[in-house]
């Protein structure tokens, strides 16, 4: 897992950190279930406040990206595999309009379409 | 969440310096720091703490209990270095470490020996040969020789080159992860907390201006800087420490919001990092004197 | 407690051996009478209030009072300690100097050195405690400031006291005052040690006890 902070950014570094794990955990870079480092030990690598990592891992929790169980640590959150597969969902719903959009625009129809899916699928 | 040190309406009164009902904590596992000006008090209060100072009133707990009543049982667990670091300079420091460790019932050698050697201190050196850095790096080694509780930090970095800084905030790091812990920092070097405190609590002729986490002090505060035409009556009272010069003006205020809507979009809005907080508050405080 | 005793004699190593050899001085200079009957007592002031000092010097001059007390020890240990010192190194100096006269009575030098009598330790037990009875409690008041000056009228009056006293009696000795207070002397022989030892012990406490209601209240 790679994080990059900021110090010049008007963003806060605790929304740096939060919006670059719930990436990762989106693109899957982070598997549900995986142990994530713990907030001092993130604290420590990455120069920051405690109290900056610990409030990044709450937003984390309270949007249900992660979980801690005390005494453990935190781990990326069972239901986020739902989240992922929803917002990768949404993505294949925006680039499929996009498709059909620009079907409509050079006259190809639903039926050449088709053809051009089932040649894909056997392909990749 | 308890605290490792306590401090409350601390008072203590010197000629022509008085320490004023100053109240603050630190919880187990955070460091704090403690800004302020040459002179506003820092050392004092942490004279206060350590009981080298007698106090006028108040009140201070470490670790849960009276800093007076239970002093030597709290000394065992108190590492400190302090800004000018006596020691006996006749002495060398393996010398001078003899007379120190003794007192500690949980000296650890191998922990000092290790320090040593990471800071490459001479061992049979006498403590006058040795430079101001050679000689704090000693105090820091005794001070984490015998699995201390709580660090207190006076000054420890001021002279020293940013490259030993930068080890010196990374060894305090690594102290820090565990949580039984607790550092107070004292510095004006601001930039060295500005990395890695998580409470900062600033202090100005002896009275205690603002307390609390750092990330949401700073968020609190911005630089203003625009031009000399947009201050009104209004918006004066939403600038701490303002300066005006041929071309404009700049200040520091803790309410971005309502300056915005006041003066709309022809004012400057930038980061005020703790020096800019300490400066201008400061600034205000001489005025307002 | 102990490690604070201890201290003050690990910070003067090199002191020491100055000490001996200025009892092997004393030994020399005092070696006829009547100054042979002061002999280990001057010594024994001499040496034991040098290392006395040297330890509060040190301290002063370092200024290591501020760590001291940073250190999980107890102001009245540190009072307690310098009180208690003074009997280790009067021991300290008494030692030295009967090793010291040893040496030179075995020697093929031309004198020979008296033993140590119970009257010597009387003396410098009682003389020392007078002295640091008064210096401790200006010392701890005024952080070591005044004791330059202190130091010096204490060395004066070291080497000036004996010699007065004993010149008072030589002159006197045909006054009726002088001869019953020496009669006095020599027949309640141990009334007057345990009367010095007492007195001693007294001076001790009540400099003690002032000593450390000072440094209670003082800001370092």
């Known amino acids: ?124 | 969440m308890e605290n490792i040190l306590e401090v409350n309406n601390l008072s203590k009164k010197f000629k022509g310096f008085l320490l004023d009902n100053v109240s603050f904590s630190i919880p187990y596992g955070y460091i704090m720091g403690f800004i302020g000006a040459n002179g506003a008090g820092k050392t004092t209060t942490i004279k206060l703490i350590m009981d080298l100072v007698k106090k006028d009133g108040g009140e201070i707990r470490i670790f849960g209990r009276d800093h007076q009543h239970y002093d030597r049982e709290i000394k065992q667990k108190i590492g400190f270095v302090y800004e000018e670091c006596y020691y006996y300079e006749e002495l060398s420091v393996m010398g001078m470490k003899q007379i120190i460790a003794p007192f500690y019932q949980d000296w650890d050698e191998r922990i000092f020996q290790q320090y040593m050697e990471r800071f490459n201190l001479p061992a049979k050196k006498k403590i006058k040969e040795l430079s101001r850095g050679m000689k704090m790096k000693f105090s820091l080694a005794v001070a984490l020789s015998h699995h201390a509780g709580l660090i207190i930090l006076d000054e420890p970095t001021s002279g020293l080159d940013p490259v030993f800084r930068d080890e010196f905030l990374e060894i305090l790091r690594d102290l820090l992860q565990d949580e039984s812990k607790g550092v107070l920092f004292s510095t004006h070097i601001t930039t060295d907390l500005d990395k890695i405190a998580d409470y900062v609590c600033f202090i100005d002729k002896g009275k205690i201006v603002f307390s609390g986490v750092k990330d949401e002090i700073l968020g609190k505060y911005v630089i203003v800087k625009g031009s000399k035409d947009l201050l009104t009556e209004e918006s004066h009272k939403l600038l701490i420490g303002l300066r005006e010069n041929e071309f404009g003006f700049q200040a520091l205020s803790n309410d971005a919001a309502r300056l915005k809507s006041q003066l709309g979009d022809r004012i400057l809005l930038e980061k005020a990092d703790l020096d800019d907080i300490m400066l201008y508050t400061t600034r205000r405080n001489r005025e307002d004197a | 407690m102990l490690n604070l005793i201890l201290k003050d004699i690990l910070i003067q190593k090199r002191t020491i051996i100055f000490a001996l050899l200025y009892g092997v001085f004393i030994f020399f200079a005092f070696s006829k009478p009547p100054f042979s009957q002061c002999i280990y007592s001057m010594g024994a002031m001499g040496i034991s209030y040098i290392l006395i000092l040297t330890a509060l010097q040190a301290d002063f001059k370092n200024n290591t009072m501020v760590i001291l007390n940073s250190l999980p020890v107890r102001r009245s240990e540190i009072v307690a300690s310098k009180y208690l010192s003074m009997f280790v190194f009067i021991a300290l100096s008494l030692l030295l100097l009967v090793i010291v006269g040893f040496l030179i009575t075995v020697s093929p030098l031309p004198f020979d050195v008296r033993s140590l009598e119970l009257y010597d330790l009387i003396i410098t037990l009682l003389s020392v405690s007078i002295l640091l009875s008064v210096y401790l409690p200006v010392y701890f008041k005024t952080g070591g400031k005044l004791v330059q000056i202190v130091n010096v009228l204490f060395f004066m009056f070291l080497f000036f006291i004996p010699s007065t006293v004993l010149d008072y009696f030589k002159e006197n000795r045909e006054q009726p005052v002088v001869i019953n207070l020496i009669q006095y002397f020599s027949e309640n022989v141990s009334q007057v040690y345990l009367a010095a030892v007492i007195l001693t012990f007294i001076v001790l406490a009540v400099s003690f006890t002032c000593t450390l209601k000072i440094y209670a209240k003082k800001d370092l």
Not at chain 1, 15 to 20: L, M, T
Not at chain 1, 61 to 87: C, N
């Open chain 1, 1 to 124: 897992m790679n994080i990059i902070i900021s110090n010049s950014s008007p963003e806060p570094i605790y929304e740096q950190i939060y919006r670059q794990i719930k990436n990762s955990v989106i693109i899957g870079e982070l598997r549900p279930g995986e142990l994530l480092p713990s907030i001092r030990t993130l604290a420590r690598e990455l120069q920051i406040s405690v109290i900056t990592s610990k409030r990044a891992y709450e937003e984390l929790e309270r949007d249900g990206f992660i979980e801690t169980v005390p005494g453990k640590g935190s781990y990326v959150s069972e239901q986020s595999a739902e989240l992922l597969k929803e917002k990768r969902m949404r993505i294949i719903e925006e680039k499929l309009t996009e498709v059909v959009d620009d079907c409509k625009l050079l006259g190809i129809n639903l039926a050449e379409l088709h053809e051009m899916l089932d040649l894909l699928f056997m392909e990749v």
